[in-house]
Nanobody
Framework: VQLVESGGGLVQAGGSLRLSCVAS??????????MGWFRQTQGQGREFVAA???????TYYADSVKGRFTISRDNQNTTRLQMNNLKPEDTAVYYC????????????????????WGQGTQVTVSS
């Protein structure tokens, strides 16, 4: 499975960005996957941001982004993260992750439970 993120950049506080993640690969085509977003700042572990079920019917958010970020799923291959009212503390490298057997209810916030990761895209929010 290959994941490619895009959409990061530099934005002022209060602004918006939309991240995209496209998955591909033979393995990906043969299973259904939950998709999620994590973020990481230098020297810190990966922090859960949001996740969406394979059907798109269930979404989950970290408390720190609820009401500001929206995760969506265009199809089986693509997820997007709409980020509004961005704050300087949202500055991080954002990673897309997928997994075919993860229990989102129980394990969505645990980075080691997600099987595949993208390379990350930098989001910088200036004050």
């Amino acid at each position: 499975v290959q994941l490619v993120e895009s959409g990061g950049g530099l934005v002022q506080a209060g602004g918006s960005l939309r991240l995209s993640c496209v998955a591909s690969g033979r393995t990906f085509s043969s299973h259904v996957y939950a998709m999620g977003w994590f973020r990481q700042t230098q020297g810190q572990g990966r922090e859960f941001v949001a996740a969406v079920s394979w059907s798109g019917g269930s979404t989950y958010y970290a408390d720190s982004v609820k009401g500001r970020f929206t995760i969506s799923r265009d199809n089986q291959n693509t997820t997007r993260l709409q980020m509004n009212n961005l704050k300087p503390e949202d500055t991080a490298v954002y990673y897309c992750a997928v997994d075919s057997s993860l229990s989102l209810e129980r394990h969505r916030t645990i980075a080691t439970k997600w099987a595949y990761w993208g390379q990350g895209t930098q989001v910088t929010v200036s004050s």
